[in-house]
């Protein structure tokens, strides 16, 4: 098959979210690649949603439309829509994101031309509810900084990355829910461990969308979950006795960190950075400001002194930004 005419399976799960899931499927229907099939599961939608899903499916063959019984979680959602691809070309999509147009087109030329890449993302701008751009991300590119990177953050945006698959490394992608909202990262960490290569497109092809009414709870769970797959491997355990419902609530995440083995036991800084996943909430603490200069004694390592010196640079950055946003403010 001619190159320009590789098919390629993206794959969307949906719940609800009307108005932005328009947008990402007119983002994916409007890719100058063609060639693909556009599997979206929903997973107990709302009626409105589901309307507008049949709507697309009757415009575009290239829509292929699944519905959850019940509602079953993003993980098992995603999962569902890699066991029906049918390609090895493997494309992620969010259902309030935007591709941007050649998106497709130059992820594929990627790894057509860099046989070795298992998978790559893309830079993205980082955008609102109403589209108006936040900031611009770019992401690592080498092996050096991707494998850096991982120790603390994801190497690649999840929802943009498209991967060069087999039968056998296709189930390298599939989620686990154990580790939702950190399941991406788990992927990604043992996709890395096994010596497959990452990398990124040091370009904008991406909007992705930052929604701020996401609960505190699901940032902390996300961070501590986080911190709880680097200690997993860490430890080179494959099979724990992990059970979803024995990890759903933030007190039972960090217990279950807490009685790890010693040597992947997390340090004091180490909890308090994972569980602030998103800095911001530091400052609706109690007394935040001598909480973080208390937490400098209890670093006991080069690690945790990385660790300390990058959340008190965060702290810096917001207190500094919230003071710009002020005298604008007071200007106008």
Request: aromatic share 14%; net charge positive.
């Amino acid at each position: 098959m001619n190159k320009l005419n590789q098919e390629i399976s993206i794959i969307m799960p949906c719940f609800n979210k009307p108005d932005l899931l328009k947008k990402s499927i007119k983002s994916i229907l409007n890719q100058t690649h063609r060639y693909f099939e556009f599997i979206i599961v929903d997973d107990c939608s709302d009626f409105n949603t589901k309307n507008i899903l049949e709507e697309y499916k009757k415009k575009d063959s290239r829509i292929k439309l699944y519905f959850n019984k019940i509602n079953r979680g993003p993980s098992y959602t995603f999962n569902r829509g890699l066991y029906l691809s049918k390609n090895n070309y493997i494309a992620r999509m969010d259902s309030d994101d935007i591709s941007h147009p050649n998106r497709i087109e130059k992820q594929l030329d990627y790894l057509n031309k860099n046989p070795k890449v298992f998978a790559v993302g893309t830079g993205a701008n980082l955008i609102d509810k109403n589209d108006k751009l936040i900031r611009t991300l770019y992401l690592k590119e080498n092996d050096k900084e991707i494998v850096e990177n991982l120790k603390f953050t994801n190497p690649l945006i999840n929802s943009s990355f498209m991967a060069n698959t087999n039968k056998e490394t296709k189930k390298l992608l599939y989620l686990k829910k154990i580790f939702y909202p950190a399941d991406d990262y788990y992927s990604w960490y043992r996709i890395i461990k096994k010596d497959y290569k990452l990398t990124n497109i040091n370009e904008i092809l991406f909007n992705y969308r930052i929604h701020e009414s996401e609960s505190v709870k699901k940032s902390q769970e996300q961070g501590l979950k986080t911190l709880l797959v680097q200690k997993i491997f860490k430890l080179k355990l494959n099979n724990l006795n992990l059970k979803y419902d024995n990890l759903k609530s933030i007190s039972q995440i960090k217990f279950f960190l807490n009685n790890l083995p010693h040597p992947a036991k997390p340090s004091s800084v180490e909890l308090f950075y994972y569980e602030f996943n998103d800095k911001n909430q530091i400052f609706n603490e109690k007394l935040w400001f001598f909480r973080i200069i208390k937490l400098f004694f209890y670093v006991r390592n080069s690690n945790d002194l990385f660790l300390y010196i990058k959340l008190t640079k965060h702290c810096l950055k917001i207190i500094k930004d919230n003071f710009k946003k002020k005298i604008i403010k007071n200007n106008i």
